[in-house]
């Protein structure tokens, strides 16, 4: 399974654009690339998946340069109900036995 | 989220008791999965299922046993309860993405 590096925390204001970037230099050919929010007292939630190139959905982008070693989650004009902690997981989808390890996450917090 | 619910959502039990955590689902997912997650190491892969009555090792495995008779139901069983045991425990399924049940608090005395 791929390792994944994040900065432990950051800290943003409301109204800005929010990048936070992930490592994974042992990422192998079959591995997506997949984002997930934790709220206090609640399980992560889903919020972005990619395999290149970039990403976007309601709520966030993900940008994969060709490479693949990093991805960064970018997530626009963050609000305060955007602090959470954001977990950054490379492994293969569908695959029997499939294990998506979660490393320490990055703490976000967005303050007024 | 799956129809994920965890029970109980809290449980406060002593040193040495056995102790059952229950997840049950309602989607029909193939895969499930019991985490742990404690301050500063994020989520922890206890043991997970790939389907009725198949199950493997996580990460963190030791002290713990799970059980899948049914598709919808993995059971988390902690044989005997140690302080080390406090945490809060997460039941997940696999389909495309992870969903997550809202976890349950356990306190080991």
């Known amino acids: 399974l791929a390792k994944t590096t994040q900065p432990i925390s950051m800290d943003s204001y409301e109204g800005q654009e929010v990048n936070i970037t992930c490592s994974h230099n042992?990422?192998?050919?079959?591995?997506?690339i997949t984002w997930y929010q934790q709220f206090p007292s609640q399980g992560p939630r889903f919020i972005i998946q990619?395999?290149?190139t970039k990403v976007t959905n309601e709520v966030a982008s993900l940008f994969i340069p060709a490479d693949r070693k990093s991805s960064t989650l970018s997530l626009p004009r963050v609000s305060l109900s955007d602090t959470a902690v954001y977990y950054c997981l490379v492994g293969v989808l569908n695959n029997a036995g499939n294990m998506l390890t979660f490393g320490g996450g990055t703490r976000l917090m967005v303050k007024p | 989220d799956a129809g994920i619910t965890q029970s109980p959502r809290h449980k406060v039990t002593e040193t040495g008791t056995p102790v059952t955590l229950r997840c049950h689902q309602t989607?029909?997912?193939?895969?499930m999965y019991w985490y742990r997650q404690d301050p500063g190491h994020g989520l922890r892969l206890i043991h997970y299922?790939?389907?009725?009555?198949?199950?493997d090792k996580g990460e963190v495995s030791d002290g713990y046993s799970v059980s899948r008779s049914k598709t919808e139901d993995f059971l988390l069983t902690l044989e005997s309860a140690t302080s080390s045991q406090t945490s809060v425990y997460f039941c997940a399924t696999f389909e495309g993405e992870q969903y997550f049940g809202p976890g349950t608090r356990l306190t080991v005395t």
């Open positions: 990619g395999y290149k």
């Open positions: 042992n990422i192998a050919t079959n591995d997506y």
């Open positions: 989607e029909n997912h193939r895969y």
């Open positions: 299922s790939y389907g009725v009555k198949d199950t």
